[in-house]
């Protein structure tokens, strides 16, 4: 039996999504684009996530930390809900700390993580990121064409007093916020030297809201004012606040911020500088849940590791620790996604094999080919990746789809080649090989422990 039923019901992916796609599962990274295709499972999750983006689209705000051990699904969750917040009229921004961007540190570690976000700020026309100058142009745009609407033009003497008194009414919003002074007259200059044609104070207003002026004195003089501040390490999240007000200012419903690698700041040798950056998650968990982040929302991925490891994870941080650690009534066998903290949860096997088809089939959609796969060489593969020691608990996406990929193209580009032979090498019992090494003196060995057992599952029962 060969996978062409299952190929007619898969949706078609466009070439070039889907090369990125596969490419990506192979070399196990999270795909840019192309992650709702092969969402299988999560649906929990995903409820919570978007139940969040209510709360932040009524002006509230939200702070989540996912937490699972390396290839368990962060980063692609991540993505995926990055994906359903764009369709749903968010402004997003992403970024993945390492040793170089953090959120606090000195030498612009910290503003190094603001630019990464801004350099990311993605919307439903610019999901690739680089959403800044769209923004602002939408947003002129709408001023616009309300005047036009009320039979203003280009030509009318009104025109440009007009739109300065709605910049300049949209901006002052902020004015209140920390930075928003300087953030509000930066974004009148930029339209006032849009409208005039001036491109390098345009260029100029742009690098301050990119956070890339290294003092006030080089800000004020290329902007042609005197600046009071610039982004730096210490301010950069007032402004990621700023963002989310302002967003919500020019139509949009919010701004979702993705921070993954957190478990980078775990890593963080010296205590105090590692504090440092607890501190700041401290103040972005106290902001968005009490009120005063209206419009924003922020996800944190990590490792357990990170979480609660009571002598670096933020677990050492008592602040952090008496907010996060679960309740004495929590109970690993029931789920609450409703607190901060989601823990992802090892997909079942139905799951894990509902992925394998997905991937099967549009693996022959790619290269045009009938995948030389029947369902039982499918499910054996399957018990091939839960029969190793600990895989029933542990076993991660990335790693079983990685070995997936690896077969799939290997009887690609070999047509002789069946799944039998691939796994002859991998099934061969090494005890045989074993005993005839052993000394004939050698007590026998201990009885191997028995296998971890697998929860059945039935592929026609499989939903897709």
Same mark, same amino acid.
């Given at each position: 039996?060969?996978?062409?039923?299952? %190929?007619?019901?898969?949706?078609?992916?466009? %070439?070039?999504?889907?090369?990125? @796609?596969?490419?990506?599962?192979?070399?196990?990274?999270?795909?840019? *684009?192309?992650?709702?295709?092969?969402?299988?499972?999560?649906?929990?999750?995903?409820?919570?996530?978007? #139940?969040?983006?209510?709360? $932040?689209?009524?002006?509230?705000?939200?702070?989540?930390?996912?937490?699972?051990?390396?290839?368990?699904?962060?980063?692609?969750? =991540?993505?995926?809900?990055?994906?359903?917040? @764009?369709?749903?009229?968010?402004?997003?921004?992403?970024?993945?700390?390492?040793?170089?961007?953090?959120?606090?540190?000195?030498?612009?570690?910290? $503003?190094?993580?603001?630019?990464?976000?801004?350099?990311?700020?993605?919307?439903?026309?610019?999901?690739?990121?680089?959403?800044? #100058?769209?923004?602002?142009?939408?947003? /002129?745009?709408?001023?616009?064409?309300?005047?036009?609407?009320?039979?203003?033009?280009?030509? !009318?003497?009104?025109?440009?007093?007009?739109?300065?008194?709605?910049?300049?009414?949209?901006?002052?919003?902020?004015?209140? =916020?920390?930075?928003?002074?300087?953030?509000?007259?930066?974004?009148?200059?930029?339209?006032?030297?849009?409208?005039?044609?001036?491109?390098?104070?345009?260029?100029?207003?742009?690098?301050?809201?990119?956070? +890339?002026?290294?003092?006030?004195?080089?800000?004020?003089?290329?902007?042609?004012?005197?600046?009071?501040? $610039?982004?730096?390490?210490?301010?950069?999240?007032?402004?990621?606040? @700023?963002?989310?007000? /302002?967003?919500?200012?020019?139509? &949009?419903?919010?701004?979702?911020?993705?921070?993954?690698?957190?478990?980078?700041? &775990?890593?963080?040798?010296?205590?105090? !500088?590692?504090?440092?950056?607890?501190?700041?998650?401290? #103040?972005?968990?106290?902001?968005?849940?009490?009120?005063?982040?209206?419009?924003?929302?922020?996800?944190?991925?990590?490792?357990?590791?990170?979480?609660?490891?009571?002598?670096?994870?933020? &677990?050492?941080? +008592?602040?952090?620790?008496?907010?996060?650690?679960?309740?004495?009534?929590?109970? *690993?066998?029931?789920?609450?996604?409703?607190?901060?903290?989601?823990?992802?949860?090892?997909? !079942?096997?139905?799951?894990?094999?509902?992925?394998?088809?997905?991937?099967?089939?549009?693996?022959?959609?790619?290269?045009?080919?009938?995948?030389?796969?029947?369902?039982?060489?499918? =499910?054996?593969?399957?018990?091939?990746?839960?029969?190793?020691?600990? *895989?029933?608990? @542990?076993?991660?996406?990335?790693?079983?789809?990685?070995?997936?990929?690896?077969?799939?193209?290997?009887?690609?580009?070999?047509?002789?080649?069946?799944?039998?032979?691939?796994?002859?090498?991998?099934?061969?019992?090494?005890?045989?090989?074993?005993?005839? +090494?052993?000394?004939? +003196?050698?007590?026998?060995?201990?009885?191997?422990?028995?296998?971890?057992?697998?929860?059945?599952?039935?592929?026609?029962?499989?939903? /897709?």
């Amino acid at each position: 039996m060969s996978v062409n039923t299952e %190929k007619e019901n898969v949706q078609k992916v466009p %070439k070039r999504i889907l090369s990125s @796609l596969l490419s990506s599962v192979a070399a196990g990274v999270v795909p840019r *684009a192309g992650a709702p295709y092969i969402a299988i499972g999560r649906k929990d999750e995903i409820g919570a996530f978007l #139940s969040d983006l209510e709360m $932040v689209n009524e002006g509230g705000g939200a702070l989540r930390f996912l937490v699972g051990q390396y290839g368990s699904g962060k980063s692609f969750l =991540m993505q995926l809900i990055r994906g359903y917040a @764009l369709e749903r009229d968010f402004i997003t921004a992403d970024a993945d700390l390492s040793p170089e961007r953090r959120l606090y540190g000195s030498s612009g570690s910290g $503003v190094a993580t603001y630019r990464e976000l801004v350099r990311n700020l993605a919307t439903k026309t610019s999901p690739d990121g680089g959403a800044l #100058s769209g923004l602002l142009a939408r947003w /002129f745009s709408d001023l616009m064409g309300r005047l036009y609407e009320q039979g203003l033009t280009n030509e !009318s003497p009104e025109f440009d007093a007009r739109m300065n008194e709605m910049v300049s009414r949209d901006v002052r919003q902020m004015e209140s =916020m920390v930075g928003g002074f300087d953030f509000s007259k930066i974004l009148l200059t930029y339209y006032r030297a849009f409208r005039a044609g001036e491109e390098e104070r345009v260029s100029a207003c742009m690098r301050w809201l990119r956070g +890339e002026y290294a003092n006030k004195t080089e800000a004020s003089q290329s902007v042609g004012f005197r600046v009071s501040s $610039v982004i730096c390490d210490d301010n950069w999240y007032e402004y990621i606040k @700023l963002w989310a007000a /302002f967003a919500r200012t020019i139509g &949009y419903r919010g701004l979702v911020v993705f921070i993954d690698e957190c478990v980078n700041l &775990y890593k963080i040798p010296n205590r105090v !500088s590692r504090e440092n950056n607890y501190e700041k998650i401290l #103040s972005m968990f106290n902001d968005t849940l009490q009120g005063r982040a209206a419009g924003l929302a922020i996800v944190l991925g990590g490792t357990p590791q990170f979480l609660e490891d009571s002598r670096r994870g933020l &677990y050492s941080y +008592e602040a952090l620790r008496s907010r996060l650690c679960d309740s004495r009534f929590s109970n *690993a066998d029931y789920i609450n996604l409703i607190g901060p903290v989601i823990r992802l949860r090892r997909l !079942s096997d139905d799951e894990l094999f509902a992925l394998v088809k997905r991937i099967t089939a549009l693996h022959g959609q790619m290269y045009n080919w009938e995948v030389r796969m029947t369902e039982k060489e499918m =499910m054996d593969f399957l018990q091939i990746c839960l029969s190793r020691a600990g *895989a029933n608990v @542990l076993i991660t996406p990335r790693e079983m789809l990685r070995d997936y990929m690896t077969i799939l193209n290997l009887l690609y580009q070999n047509p002789g080649l069946h799944f039998a032979d691939l796994a002859s090498s991998v099934t061969l019992k090494p005890d045989a090989q074993a005993e005839e +090494e052993e000394p004939q +003196e050698k007590a026998p060995a201990p009885e191997a422990p028995e296998k971890t057992g697998r929860a059945s599952f039935d592929p026609n029962e499989i939903q /897709f």
